[in-house]
């Protein structure tokens, strides 16, 4: 029936998601290796797979589609779970151990099975390599072998009410694998399969948690110096009279937020990862469902110890860039503000000027209209005289001097409204 509905082009995709990297059912004695790896900026996310393909060839095992996310082979000796990602690349090794040695349970190790060649080839940076032994015994009160873990840094905790018992001390050892010991007490390979995972993942994500305090700490001078940068600014803002001393402290104030900006656009993917993996290392720590053994601090209890305040300055850190970007954003805005009125007191004064020698600039146009009225009525009462003057006007009884006397008005008037009417038509059309 479902063949007939139009599908969502990703619902078989979100559909697998929930079961993608799944579990794998463990049966102790078991050697686990873990690595995660993070590809170098600008590198092929698809090397890891090409590269597990040639893996795949040497032992004649059907290589992974390009692509994948996720890998499970068996090459014999060996088995090997890839996943995919988002930012790294993680490779599970997992070896059965025939012969547990008593006082060392890391004597045998999945990743010594692994062609070393192959191994060191590995595409990307090593953040995170950790041994895992699981290895069956009869009760939880049995104490790791001594010099398996350092005294003063030993975690340990009875897991999933009874089924299981871990202990570590998260510290890197000879060969630079840190080393979980998982004791197997209930014999279920698909809880000590999940068990297993948990440990490798809290390892896992706890670290890439941790990659978020290293730019922290560097950020913290920094923003230090900006802090101090600003609240001098500010102190100086109340002093500024001048708008030119105004403008070169919204230069500097604008410098400066761009500044803080920048630090919080390099900052904040790294800061959001952390505080994700952390929350991750969270839920991983509660699906062991810990019970204190011996006295000893619970896995969860060690972390948070340890992981939670480095998690606190990374947030820390987080919230001063915030506050500081808030700061300097009001700053900014409160000198804009005033600048913005001292230019517009500036501007008003300007028009005030421009009004004023507008106004003598009419005063003047009106006194030189007048001039020309009177200059142009001269003009034409000259021609007029010229051409009356030849006129008998003798025998009407009246003189010339007379006849030009009463055109001066009238030439006046008519020179003074055509020049109106001419101002009226050009403030018109301008």
């Not at 599970?92 to 008593?102: C, D, G, S, V």
């Not at 860039?321 to 503000?337: E, N, P, W, Y």
């Not at 230019?343 to 009419?362: D, F, N, P, S």
Request: hydrophobic residues 45%.
């Amino acid at each position: 029936m479902i063949q007939h509905l139009p599908p969502h082009p990703q619902r078989d995709r979100l559909t697998g998601e929930l079961h993608a990297r799944p579990p794998l059912p463990l049966a102790a004695p078991v050697a686990i290796s873990r690595l995660a790896l993070v590809g170098e900026p600008g590198s092929d996310r698809g090397a890891a797979v090409a590269h597990l393909a040639l893996l795949c060839q040497r032992y004649g095992v059907t290589p992974p589609a390009a692509g994948a996310d996720f890998v499970l082979a068996d090459f014999g000796g060996f088995r090997l779970r890839y996943e995919r990602h988002t930012e790294f690349d993680g490779w599970t090794f997992l070896r059965p151990i025939f012969e547990p040695e008593a006082d060392d349970p890391f004597a045998t190790t999945a990743i010594a099975a692994v062609p070393r060649d192959w191994l060191s080839a590995l595409p990307g940076l090593t953040l995170v390599a950790a041994h895992i032994a699981v290895l069956p015994t009869a009760g939880e009160d049995e104490p790791p072998p001594p010099g398996c873990f350092a005294p003063d840094n030993l975690a340990g905790a009875t897991l999933s009410g009874g089924a299981a018992t871990a202990w570590t001390d998260f510290r890197s050892g000879p060969d630079g694998f840190t080393r979980i010991l998982l004791q197997d007490h209930a014999r279920n390979a698909s809880l000590t399969g999940r068990l297993a995972q948990a440990l490798w993942e809290i390892e896992t994500y706890r670290m890439f948690a941790l990659l978020a305090l290293p730019p922290a700490r560097a950020a913290s001078p920094e923003l230090a110096r900006a802090s101090e940068r600003l609240a001098a600014l500010t102190t100086r803002l109340s002093g500024l009279e001048e708008l030119d001393a105004e403008r070169e402290a919204l230069e500097e104030l604008t410098e400066l937020a761009t500044g803080i900006e920048q630090l919080a656009a390099a900052t904040a993917d790294r800061f959001s990862a952390g505080q994700a993996y952390h929350a991750l290392v969270g839920r991983r720590l509660l699906v062991l469902r810990e019970t204190r053994l011996h006295g000893l601090p619970t896995l969860a209890e060690y972390l948070e110890r340890r992981l939670d305040p480095a998690m606190a300055t990374v947030e820390a850190t987080r919230a001063r860039i915030a506050s500081l970007s808030v700061r300097c954003g009001r700053a900014v805005d409160l000198l804009r503000a005033r600048v913005a009125v001292a230019q517009e007191a500036q501007t008003q004064k300007l028009l005030a000027a421009m009004a004023e020698t507008g106004r003598a600039q009419l005063r003047l146009q009106e006194t030189v209209e007048g001039l020309s009225v009177a200059g142009i009525s001269y003009y034409v009462l000259s021609l007029a005289g010229y051409a009356l003057k030849p006129l008998p006007w003798g025998l009407a009884g009246v003189g010339v001097d007379h006849v030009l006397a009463l055109l001066v008005p009238l030439v006046a008037a008519l020179v003074w409204l055509r020049m109106r009417r001419q101002r009226r038509q050009a403030a018109a059309t301008g």
